[in-house]
């Protein structure tokens, strides 16, 4: 290498070396930051976090730092909060400051700041409101959500029951049943199991929650404005979303057609209605964007997130039988085999209700939380953050906590039950999130686990194909997402 290359090279290293120093300090000054480790230049804290578990690597940082602390995340200026107290505080105590949606940039692209979950401001607090209202006041007459799932439930057994106890990976299938529930919602239909637009968009769907939970996607969210010019994953990600968005806006077009304002069938029909209302409005947000990125967030949401539940439900089952046998037992006393299982079956199912709630705990669905941002310059316990951080709410903190759960890395129902064998409830339990920015649909989500699950035991033992020991329950790969590994089963009807 001459010379005039190598003075070159190394200007380069000082001048990129010194920009990153500016902005560090730049940062620093801005507020009182919380200790954390020296970042690098460009690429921050990296080196610190395992890609393949970075829960797990936040919550070694959190013995270091304590439970708050920062980290730059890339480029990128973050908090993170670990255990109860501190998350709580944010988001409850303190939550209208901590109300930001942070970026999720391989998302962020295909949202345009649209919808209910990447949205922020009056916009996201418009979209949030609307959709709540029309999912609690969803009975309208003809059948409650209730009514809906427990028709689902049954579609879903009859399915089960033609895999005649043979192996099968059930990640499709049980897919189907949260996506019906929530298409029931959207635009008042259901499909067969077999049908090949259904199978399609749970393809999409699947490889879409694989594909954001890979390492590489951890990358490209680190740095979205040099990696988007290259070719790779990303645009086969983007693909898939606006596939989605497409479909929903085909059902969009198919409701302006038939609306009856005055007879909405499903949430298409209100957000229409919503729309006609709003229309002399300039700065109205009722319109086909937001309504089809809204749909897909529901549908998005509302499937795969319960899915991806279920199934790792099912393999934890097999894992130990003897909490399998035990929900059967309960089942079969209260229920017995022939009526349907009710929302009024909870209080009278505290194991198997215990197993629901340990099944969330245990998997932690969103590890790391949904990034949130501080809405202003805010001051929390002694440390001032600057407006537009980026929050980390470790929702594993809280659902791991030793002292909560004792034991937290075993699979246990009675961390939910208490001496005498009940129910016991617990503010420790947010697999949803807490505060304004929880899962707008914890309700139906809630809902759907029990009697799903509920309905699947009531009818079948659920088999492995090896022995319980060998059965592996951690994910691959425990990103923003933690996915259940693939796996086969048997059912046997009872």
Partial sequence: ME???????????????????????????????????????????????????????LSKLAKQYGPVYTLHVGPHLTVVLHGYKAVK???????????????VPIVDNTQKGYGIIFSNGDRWKQMRRFSLMTLRNFGMGKRSLEERV?????????????????????????SCAPCNVICSILFNERFHYKNKTLLFLMGLLNENFNQINSPWSQIYNLWPNFIKHLPGKHRTFSKRV?????????????????????????????????????????????????LTICGSNLFVAGTETTASTMRYGMLLLMKHPEVQAKVHEEIDRVIGRNQRPSMMDKMKLPYTEAVVHEIQRYITLVPSNLPHTVVQDTKFRQYVIPKGTTILPLLSSVLYD?????NPEKFDPNHFLDKNGGFRKTEYFMPFSIGKRSCA???LARMELFLFLTTILQNF??????????????????????????????????
């Fill in 150 to 174: 427990q028709e689902e439930a049954q579609f879903l057994v009859e399915e089960l029951r033609k895999m005649e106890a043979q192996p099968f990976d059930p990640t499709f299938i049980i």
């Fill in 242 to 290: 606006k596939d989605v968005q497409y479909f929903i806006l085909e059902k969009v077009k198919e409701h302006q057609k038939s609306l009856d304002p005055n007879s909405p069938r499903d949430y298409i029909d209100c957000f229409l209605s919503k729309m006609e209302q709003e229309k002399q409005n300039p700065k109205s947000e009722f319109h086909l964007e937001n």
């Fill in 89 to 103: 505080e944010a988001l409850i105590d303190q939550g209208d400051e901590f109300l930001g949606r942070g970026t």
């Fill in 441 to 443: 649909g914890e309700g």
């Fill in 3 to 57: 010379l005039l290359e190598i003075i070159t090279l190394a200007l380069m290293i000082c001048v990129t070396f010194l920009g990153f120093l500016f902005v560090w300090k730049k940062s620093h000054k801005r507020g009182k930051l919380p200790p954390g480790p020296a970042p690098l230049p460009i690429i921050g804290n990296l080196m610190q976090l395992n890609l393949k578990d970075i829960p797990a690597s």
């Fill in 461 to 494: 033992v659920l088999k492995p194909l090896v022995d319980p020991k060998e059965i592996e329950t951690k994910p691959i790969v425990t990103g923003l997402f933690s996915l259940p590994p693939p796996y086969k089963m048997c059912l046997i009807p009872r």
């Fill in 402 to 406: 030793c002292k909560e759960f004792p």
